[in-house]
């Protein structure tokens, strides 16, 4: 079992930038696969990003790809997602999740374990 624990949001300007971090306990670390996801007021919870236990492979939404970077450090436990060039409609909750199996990395059902999320407001 993994605790997953995110930090890093905030309210930003349209255009701005914020690097989210999720810092794991627990099992060994590189036992998981790491996905982010987010979650707007009245929407399903979707993909973002994730990366392989060895940081060696990475996926992304269409709509971040180009802005976002998923990225992975295995001796200080803990994945982050860098956020530029941020717009309205990225705002949402956040979150950080642990997957061991070799299901679709962009299904939320297909990870194991969950973060408690972080609120990312982007301004206008």
């Known amino acids: 079992q993994v605790q997953l624990v995110e930090s890093g949001g905030g309210l930003v300007q349209a255009g701005g930038s914020l690097r989210l971090s999720c810092a794991a306990s627990?099992?060994?670390?590189?036992?998981?696969?790491m996905g982010w996801f987010r979650q707007a007021p009245g929407k399903e919870r979707e993909f973002v990003a994730a990366?392989?236990?060895?940081?060696?492979?990475?996926y992304y939404s269409d709509s971040v790809k180009g802005r976002f970077t998923i990225s992975r450090d295995n001796a200080k436990n803990t994945v982050y997602l860098q956020m530029n060039s941020l717009k309205p409609e990225d705002t949402a909750v956040y979150y950080c999740?642990?997957?061991?199996?070799?299901?679709?990395?962009?299904?939320?059902?297909?990870?194991?374990?969950w973060g408690q999320g972080t609120q990312v407001t982007v301004s206008s």
């Open positions: 999740a642990a997957k061991t199996g070799a299901g679709s990395w962009s299904f939320p059902r297909e990870y194991d374990y």
């Open positions: 990366v392989s236990w060895s940081g060696s492979i990475t």
């Open positions: 627990g099992r060994t670390f590189t036992s998981y696969n």
